[in-house]
């Protein structure tokens, strides 16, 4: 399966201020995702980043708070912007391939 | 229906017990099927595919029942190591995104 580096693996921000995330997956993939796991809670979706065009959001989620790049087919950003104490989070990418999805190792945020 | 909902936990269960989690979902036209185990803190990570009516892979077998729209993941003779949160994962369809269930939790004791 594919391998995904995933960085930061954590941080502590002020509220108000960005964080971007990034992975970097050593092989090419058409679909990537990003998702949030709240504390206590499974993953929920925010945005499937496409490769070349703006990504698609899902329900609740803006890109303007998480804007995504995509440059090419091995690589993606997620931005979490303005954050809040509410943003406090794990994030993972994820990948589709061959042998199924695969996960980065997630980025742990707090936020203070 | 919650599109995928799993059986609520924790489940607290002695060494070489058997266990055994159920998961239904709402998407009829769901063709795959998931199981993910996610330690604590750490990313979940997939334990068993299930395309058909089921698949067994040494003291782990899911089962899947169509009718009735529910996966289920046994576990045989169970490790310590075993003390994790599963995730029963549905795809939408094809290659679109999963939808996780909230997750059972594990705990074997000694």
């Known amino acids: 399966s594919a391998v995904i580096s995933q960085k930061p693996s954590r941080d502590i921000c002020q509220r108000g201020t960005s964080l971007t995330i990034q992975c970097q997956v050593d092989?090419?993939?058409?679909?990537m995702f990003w998702y949030r796991q709240q504390p206590g809670q499974s993953l929920t979706l925010i945005a499937t980043a496409n490769q070349g065009s703006e990504a698609t959001y899902e329900s609740g989620f803006v890109i303007d708070k998480f804007p995504i790049s995509r440059p090419n087919l091995t690589f993606s950003t997620l931005t979490v912007s303005n954050m809040s104490p509410e943003d406090s989070s794990i994030y993972l990418c994820?990948?589709?391939?061959?042998?199924?999805?695969?996960f980065g190792s997630g980025t742990r945020l707090t936020v203070v | 229906r919650k599109e995928v909902e799993q059986d609520p936990g924790p489940f607290n269960v002695p060494e070489g017990a058997t266990v055994a989690f159920n998961c239904t979902y709402s998407?009829?036209?769901?063709?795959?099927f998931f199981w993910y185990r996610q330690d604590c803190r750490k990313e979940p990570k997939l334990l068993m595919s299930?395309?058909?009516s089921g698949n067994e892979d040494g003291r782990f077998t899911a089962q899947l029942n169509r009718a009735s729209q529910y996966i289920s993941l046994l576990i045989r003779d169970s490790k310590l190591s075993d003390s994790a949160t599963y995730l029963c994962?549905?795809?939408?369809?094809?290659?679109?995104?999963?939808?996780f269930g909230k997750g059972t939790r594990l705990s074997v004791i000694a």
């Open positions: 092989s090419q993939v058409t679909m």
């Open positions: 994820s990948v589709v391939g061959p042998y199924g999805y695969t």
């Open positions: 299930v395309y058909s």
């Open positions: 994962v549905v795809p939408n369809s094809g290659n679109t995104p999963l939808v």
């Open positions: 998407n009829s036209a769901s063709q795959s």
